[in-house]
């Protein structure tokens, strides 16, 4: 059995997390006939995606989340399918921006503006028919100005036709693990089978930011003038939120108004999805006041790096006689400020290990859980190669272990 006074001892021990509870928990193997086989592999574990904090959303659909995380802080019929207006506009920029990414764009190639994208209703950045119009212009127009003529002449650019560019959508929202999202077109026009959901919106900005930081800082412009016109970026956090820099706000009669957004503070980024408001006003007042909130509220604490020793594990008939145990990857967690002193944290572990043990190989398991705190299970490795014992040397610990058990 791994002692306390060890544990506490090595890296997990230095944490600032005063009454937080350790336990290490090593099965110890019964004395085998033979060297004992290990068991398989435990596969990696992953958050439960419940939400942890408990406010009142006056938004139909809400979602928060952190983004290095991904802890669900907050989740309001965060997977009911609903009509997603203008936030679908950011799965066409992420078709343009990979469009870009790999070179098939250029943000000052000029795009024609056909008679279908000119007649174009609802909000607009007011393009002519027959222009030519710069992409870079484009993006502006449908990131600041929401711009629906905008998004038709991104889309018949790239696909031909919209018809078409709707299912090049559907194919990144499969590549992108969009479960619940449909498109029908490139702009969130009003259509019985254009559907996304907040989660998937949530994965969809968090996907934006991730494989787009070139191009992310288009959504933090807070105004763009076309065609003798100036027009203001309707999301509301940039002008209310420190640290707010995206990234679309939507509107339609079916789907009241909503809001996907993002800030980011002293390192750490929240993502908020909210949808089914009443009015602008209420859209601007509910994403302050739970953006504010998830801050206030959470906070990052990153448990131990990725090469620190959680333990040193006893490894049968190896050349060394323990294997340092640890992360394998830095282990960060979302945790409500309120409740970081009740966290509770078990190790699991059989020892002795049978040499030989492989760099990499799981070797137990950390399980995370507490007042508050999302429950988590996260697969232990090994930090060292160990290579089994030679025949001579073994057979001395061979004797010594049938004899003494050691």
């Avoid at 997977?79 to 343009?96: C, F, N």
């Amino acid at each position: 059995m791994a002692s306390r006074r060890r544990l506490m001892g090595g890296a997990l021990g230095a944490l600032p997390f005063g009454l937080m509870s350790w336990k290490a928990e090593a099965q110890q193997r019964p004395t085998p006939a033979q060297p004992p086989r290990r068991p398989p592999p435990r596969q990696e574990g992953a958050p439960v995606a419940t939400p942890v904090g408990n406010v009142d959303v006056l938004a139909r659909q809400a979602l928060i989340v952190d983004f290095e995380t991904g802890a669900v802080l907050l989740e309001k019929n965060a997977d009911e399918r609903m009509p997603p207006s203008s936030m679908s506009k950011l799965m066409t920029m992420y078709a343009v921006f990979d469009r870009l990414k790999q070179g098939r764009l250029q943000l000052d190639q000029m795009l024609p503006v056909s008679e279908r994208a000119w007649r174009m209703a609802g909000s607009k950045m007011f393009v002519e028919i027959g222009q030519q119009v710069k992409v870079e212009d484009l993006i502006r127009g449908v990131i600041i100005q929401s711009g629906n003529d905008a998004c038709i002449v991104l889309a018949e650019a790239i696909s031909g036709s919209e018809q078409q560019f709707a299912e090049l959508l559907n194919d990144y929202g499969r590549r992108l693990g969009l479960a619940n999202s449909s498109f029908r077109n490139s702009t969130g026009w009003p259509d019985p089978e254009h559907r996304m959901t907040a989660r998937d919106l949530s994965i969809l900005a968090r996907r934006l930011i991730t494989d787009f930081p070139d191009y992310y800082r288009f959504y933090n412009e807070r105004s763009f003038r076309f065609a003798n016109i100036s027009q203001d970026n309707r999301n509301p956090l940039l002008a209310r939120v420190p640290g707010a820099d995206g990234l679309k706000t939507g509107h339609t009669e079916e789907a009241g108004y909503g809001l996907t957004g993002s800030a980011m503070r002293d390192g750490r980024r929240v993502v908020l999805v909210i949808n089914g408001l009443p009015s602008m006003r209420a859209r601007a007042e509910e994403s302050e006041r739970l953006m504010e909130w998830a801050f206030r509220e959470f906070e990052s604490v990153t448990l131990f790096r990725a090469q620190d020793t959680v333990e040193e594990v006893p490894v049968y008939l190896g050349e060394r006689r323990t294997v340092p145990m640890v992360g394998g990857r830095d282990v960060v967690l979302t945790l409500p400020r309120r409740w970081r002193e009740r966290l509770d944290v078990k190790i699991r572990y059989q020892a002795p290990l049978a040499a030989p043990v492989a760099r990499g190989q799981t070797i137990g398991e950390l399980q995370i859980a507490g007042a508050g705190v999302p429950p988590l299970t996260l697969p232990l490795v090994a930090g060292a190669d160990v290579e089994k014992l030679g025949l001579v040397p073994r057979i001395p610990a061979v004797i010594g272990r049938w004899m003494f058990g050691a």
